[in-house]
């Protein structure tokens, strides 16, 4: 279950933030005995694979921060952040960690199930970020933008970490997303029903 959990996480950080759960796998595997990845994601943890995702990462931080550039932005992340979160789920899914020390059980008999699972993870949370952050944008004249963005990236940083660490606060985040996707269409709703 565990293993769900962990991947689960990774793949939401994934919608988020494309880069950030990769990054964290690859350094904390290289760098500490935190997480083992399995035999065929034992490249995420490679010096050239971690320095192109921490490139692209600083790309997309600095595109993220500025209005309309956001936008471009999420335009191409619609491939990126769910790829990513395939890739994120499978790897997670599959290491051994602090909590999860069989992994292989859970997704043994078909193993582009779990890649599939973070493929769609990653989209759902990736089209809520896409459809708040205009919201934002225009109810902030764009100044709203920097602080979303830091605080999505801060979100996927602490999830990335919690779901290799202690996956069962993943359930915390996913309460927290519910929450969220229940007001945001509330106030949109409301939004709506106030326009002549």
Known sequence: MFEVLTGTGLAASAGLNAYIPL????VLA????VITLPAGWQ???????MAILAVLLAVEVVADKVPVV???NDIVQTVVRPTAGGLAFGA??????VTVS????FFASSDWVP???????AFGVHLLKSAARPVVNATTAGVGAPVA???????????????ILLPVLVLVFLVGLLAFVFWFLRRRAERRRRRP
């Open 70 to 72: 956001d936008h471009v």
């Open 102 to 105: 069989d992994p292989g059980q």
């Open 30 to 33: 290289r760098y500490t005995d």
């Open 92 to 97: 997670g899914s599959s290491s051994e960690t």
């Open 23 to 26: 990054l964290t796998m690859g």
């Open 43 to 49: 490249w995420l943890d490679d010096g050239w694979v």
């Open 115 to 121: 890649v599939v699972v973070g493929v769609l993870i």
């Open 149 to 163: 963005s830091t605080a999505e990236d801060a979100t996927s940083v602490v999830m990335s970490v919690v779901a």
